[in-house]
Structure formats: structure tokens, C-alpha cells
T-cell receptor
Framework: GEDVEQSLFLSVREGDSSVINCTYTDSSSTYLYWYKQEPGAGLQLLTYIFSNMDMKQDQRLTVLLNKKDKHLSLRIADTQTGDSAIYFCAEDRGSTLGRLYFGRGTQLTVWP | DAGVIQSPRHEVTEMGQEVTLRCKPISGHDYLFWYRQTMMRGLELLIYFNNNVPIDDSGMPEDRFSAKMPNASFSTLKIQPSEPRDSAVYFC?????????????FGNGTRLTVT
């Protein structure tokens, strides 16, 4: 189908690692993105990975891509209360005229 | 760059009134998107444009919704007449042409409340 799937909620303790998972649909997707939405704000690009990569690390963020299973994950190390937000994954299917396909978003709550 | 600029930030109106939401994309971006976000339905794509031409409006809920892009630096989303179920946050976003890494850039949204 067309849906990009994410679990809706995740709760972690401050200092622990968070792992947010996403399943996408198109094996020919070129780029996969993670966006972060804080309360009252728009979606901000957090990181991305190109489809020929398996992993990308950016400070506390690690993105893992399993193309065979069409599975994308975002790991946040040493999660802080400021990381509490909604996280969206999105796929660029390349051939489709310009749009990205978004998941429903995962609400991450970080407890002190 | 100032990013994608939306106005107003908040709009409260009565049922039956016309509502116009405005968006200025990032300069040089040739794609513009209108999204709606609600708790029930999440983020929905309403319509998007390429070089000011509507490409896909299949997400527009009904004829009460219309969108225009008269030039590369301005777009409007109009709801006439508005209904309480239109209450949501409406986002505008823009991006460069695809073919290389080109993420969407979002505005801060317009929170619409229809009473």
C-alpha cells in the first residue's frame, strides 16, 4: 500500500537511548528523512539517509536503513527532555512528482 | 533565508465565514505543498504545485477548499464557507526540484479554529 508506518508513542527515561522505527513502502525510494516537530511548531528536518547507505551517524543521532526489509530507524543516544517531540519519517520515491510520503509520526516522551 | 513564511499564525472564525491562509515559499524553490494536521488524521497532503501549476489536488477535502499560486513567491489556501471540522493546523512547505537530496522545508503553520 501507500502507507509509511510508525508506532504512535514511545516513552523513555532521560539518559537512555530511544529507537524510533519506520517501515516504508517503495524499494526504489531514493532518500529517507526524519523530521522533528516540537509543540506549536512546524516540522524541521532532523537528518536523512540516501538509499545506498546502511547507516548514518550525526552526533547523538544514528540512522539505520535495511533496504531488504524496507525498515528505517532513528536512534537517539543519551535522550534528553528537550528531545520530547513528534518524529516523522518520510520517503522520497524518486519517480513520483516531487512529493514526500510521511508516516503518522511517533510521539516521544522523555521522563526526567 | 527567512524560511517558509505563513500568515496568519492563528485564525479564529465563525462557521460560514471565508478563511484565507497565505504562504511565501523559500526563494528558488519550485515545489509548494499545503498540508493539514489534526489529531485524528495526522498530516494530510491537500495539494501541491510545481512551477506554480497544481500537480495533485486529490487531497483537497471538498469544493469548499481551493488553492492558488499566482506567482513563484506566493500561494493561498481558501476555505469558503468554513465549518468546525476544518479546525486544524495548516502547513505550507516548499522544496527544490527532485533529482538530488531535496528535503521539504515547512512553515510554522496556521492554527485555524472554526466555531
Amino acid at each position: 500500500g501507500e502507507d509509511v508506518e510508525q508506532s504512535l508513542f514511545l516513552s523513555v527515561r532521560e539518559g537512555d537511548s530511544s529507537v524510533i522505527n519506520c517501515t516504508y513502502t517503495d524499494s526504489s525510494s531514493t532518500y529517507l528523512y526524519w523530521y522533528k516537530q516540537e509543540p506549536g511548531a512546524g516540522l524541521q528536518l532532523l537528518t536523512y539517509i540516501f538509499s545506498n547507505m546502511d547507516m548514518k551517524q550525526d552526533q547523538r543521532l544514528t540512522v539505520l536503513l535495511n533496504k531488504k526489509d524496507k525498515h528505517l530507524s532513528l536512534r537517539i543516544a543519551d535522550t534528553q527532555t528537550g528531545d520530547s517531540a513528534i518524529y516523522f519519517c518520510a520517503e522520497d520515491r524518486g519517480s513520483t512528482l516531487g512529493r514526500l510520503y510521511f508516516g503518522r509520526g511517533t510521539q516521544l516522551t522523555v521522563w526526567p | 533565508d527567512a524560511g517558509v513564511i505563513q500568515s496568519p499564525r492563528h485564525e479564529v472564525t465563525e462557521m460560514g465565514q471565508e478563511v484565507t491562509l497565505r504562504c511565501k515559499p523559500i526563494s528558488g524553490h519550485d515545489y509548494l505543498f499545503w498540508y493539514r494536521q489534526t489529531m485524528m488524521r495526522g498530516l494530510e497532503l491537500l495539494i501541491y504545485f510545481n512551477n506554480n501549476v497544481p500537480i495533485d489536488d486529490s487531497g483537497m477535502p471538498e469544493d469548499r477548499f481551493s488553492a492558488k499560486m499566482p506567482n513563484a513567491s506566493f500561494s493561498t489556501l481558501k476555505i469558503q464557507p468554513s465549518e468546525p471540522r476544518d479546525s486544524a493546523v495548516y502547513f505550507c512547505a516548499s522544496r527544490h526540484s527532485t533529482g538530488y537530496n531535496s528535503p521539504l522545508h515547512f512553515g510554522n503553520g496556521t492554527r485555524l479554529t472554526v466555531t
